[in-house]
């Protein structure tokens, strides 16, 4: 059973998140170890199994990078490994804002400077969803690949955001 | 949806013949006992009507130990055999106790063990048996007030706890003879208490400041569903810290050195104490020392002084708080209230400092010290089977990112922090070297990058991998979390399929081999026969099997399974009986293995019956289905 037959959920890249996040829920009402608490040891294990399997499944479905890729491999496209040609104007934007990133602290005003590379960041990332989003309701062999391309540009953008965050915790600290 | 019903027809507990269970917040400074009555939850008091335990053993030359304000009593006349604040050596080795750059009054002693043991009057104690003194005492009190044996219980744990102090917790659970329901993570514990009387909804805040640990949790709450968006903490600052940054201060006025005697430090620590909660309401108190040679040192100590003495230590605390918006990617205005837990909330800087970084007001109105055992109490009482409608449910994560030793010194990270549990991931690794036919796994907890900067849980070793070139080998690694936030670790050789014996060498914590002995030595001291314990332990579980498998053949015994497969497990199930009626532990014990593999199929189809009733009523949904983002 896939993830997406787990949650009852057509295997699409769009997706209703609050529905998403009810079945969830409902899935763990059904499968939490603590609904078992006075089952055999044996469905107490399996319980802890099943209840692990929504997990994993609730947080790739909920990850808009995680969905696309489960959506490409369920396709049998590996992708996320680099690979294919890089969009020149991206990599050169990408080139910029780490840049910027290292620079941060020699700004006047760290804090700012760090807000405006996360927006950016984060607008960036945005457009990327909604090319996948695009791509995969294409469902031809030539937007998948092109899928492919943007998953890669979504963990290069999650990658800074992810510095960004931890460039802010040391900002703070 | 009610998947199952747990308790037997005929044996269910009738609503004034409920299965006894109570709710346990084992706390640094002071611990608690709560139940569920007829009329709702409430602590127990002992029989002086007091319901706080202090978290205090004193231990005696041939006497049972003083557990709680007996034991308190002791604590400045006889510092080296009083021991307080256990809680904060849970699960350490002595170099993280050693090196906590608080001067203790006691005696550790390193032996063979990983965990230290203090040297008492009474003997030689770890952490784990001091813990179980106080949860004795709790369940002599609950056991008392509730007349009857209790059946289980939900002991709470700082969120922040990482796996060996969750693990020592139990640990000591066992040896206080307690069957542990469930470890429950303290702000969880108050959002439920909190919450369901309240019938709250949306995202709330619970920043727990207790005597020892310091936790913030940010949950979503949603029609009984409790979960968890992240958790951060610090499992080493509290108020005892507060305590001692007025001590110092004393000592500064006082002109008392830093040679000063155990005596002395904690008629210290007594008075800061004091001042703080004196503090919390007056603007400024009067100080008085007894001094080592004789004389008192009188003083005052007025609110403001003392705020700039602890703002630092708060200011802390706001670090975790920064984390888990980040982490939960929600802004401190998406935050509907902010409820605050801990005696140390108390002083009005925190409720001041915390109101500021949240941008609103605290919640009060609710008690800080009760909240987390009746959180507890509540989970307890459902998981007891004594609520069998009750749709509440507690969706909790790791507090921790876990991962293991790579080469280099480096750890790979298999479970991120902040992930919902029960987790299971697997990541594959492979061989460092030609015809490598070993590897040593070291799993570790923490967020840094270096392996010196994480913990260590433990080390195991997967043999008998076949010799291959390097690199060729895939190693499949297994971490599992369960619902307490335990971590089990297995391994396994794919191209050949050889399984890791599993020998975990907890790095902090005790092996089995130890418990065994603790058991017998703590039930040797209580005058209890070990075998006759151990065959009650049998009888338990074996009432608990027959009785869920019994639930589980009247639901689906129908539907499941053909004549023989019945059979086969009622066969197994009369025999189970027969040797519950018996006097063999063993044999109870071999019993209800066979008895467990007979009915395998059985629980599996159970659950795979069970996705199909989760699912059902969706399927239209799905053709009709809105097509929107």
Known sequence: MNHFELFGLPPRFDLDPALLGERYRELQRAFHPDRFAGATPQERRLSVQRAA????????????LERARYLLELHGIRSGEGGGQMDQEFLMQQMEMREALADVRNRPDPAAALAQIASEAKRMRNAVVQQLSRQFGEDSERS????????????????ILQEVDETEEELSS | MTLLQISEPGRSPEPHQRRLAAGIDLGTTNSLVATVRSGGPVTLPDSAGHHLLPSVVHYRKGAPPLVGEEARRHLATDPQNTISSIKRMMGKGSAD???????????????????????????????????????????????????GELYGVVITVPAYFDDAQRQAT????????????????????AAVAYGLEQGAEGIYVVYDLGGGTFDVSLLRLSRGVFEVLATAGDTALGGDDMDLLVARWIMRQAGIGDDAGHHQLRRLLAAARGAKEGLTTAGSVSLEVELEGGGRWRGQLSRSRFEQLVEPLIKKTLAPCRRVLRDASVAADQVREVILVGGSTRAPLV??????????????????DRVVAIGAAIQADILAGNKPDQEMLLLDVTPLSLGLETMGGLVEKVIPRNTPIPVSRAQEFTTYRDGQTAMAIHVLQGERELVSDCRSLGRFELRGIPPMVAGAARIRV?????????LSVSAREETKGVEASIQVKPSYGLTDSEIEQMLKDSLAHASEDVAARTLREQQVEADRVLEALKTA????????LDSGERTAIEEAMEELRGAREGSDAREIKRAIKRLEQRSQAFAAR????????????HALEEVAGPAGR
């Open chain 1, 144 to 159: 998948l690949a092109a899928a492919s391309q943007s998953v890669n540009k979504l963990m290069f953008l999650n990658k």
């Open chain 2, 351 to 368: 409720q001041r400092l915390v109101g500021e970084f949240f941008g609103k007001e605290p919640l009060d109105g609710v008690d800080p």
């Open chain 2, 170 to 189: 139990r640990d000591a659970a066992r040896l206080a003879g307690l069957n542990v329901l469930r470890l429950l993570n303290e702000p969880t514990a």
């Open chain 2, 606 to 617: 159970r659950m795979d019956a069970g996705i199909k009733r989760a699912l059902q009523g």
């Open chain 1, 53 to 64: 399997q929504v997990n994993l499944a609730y947080h790739t479905l909920r990850d808009p």
């Open chain 2, 478 to 486: 297994t971490f599992q979390v369960d619902a307490d936030g335990l």
């Open chain 2, 553 to 560: 053949l009247d639901e689906d015994g129908e539907s499941l």
């Open chain 2, 97 to 147: 106790i050693t090196g906590s750059g608080q001067r203790l009054p006691y005696r550790l002693v390193e032996g063979d063990s990983a965990v230290p043991r203090l040297h008492t009057a009474g003997g030689e104690f770890s952490a784990v048996e001091i813990s179980a003194e106080i949860l004795r005492a709790l369940r002599r009190r609950a056991e008392q007030s509730l007349g």
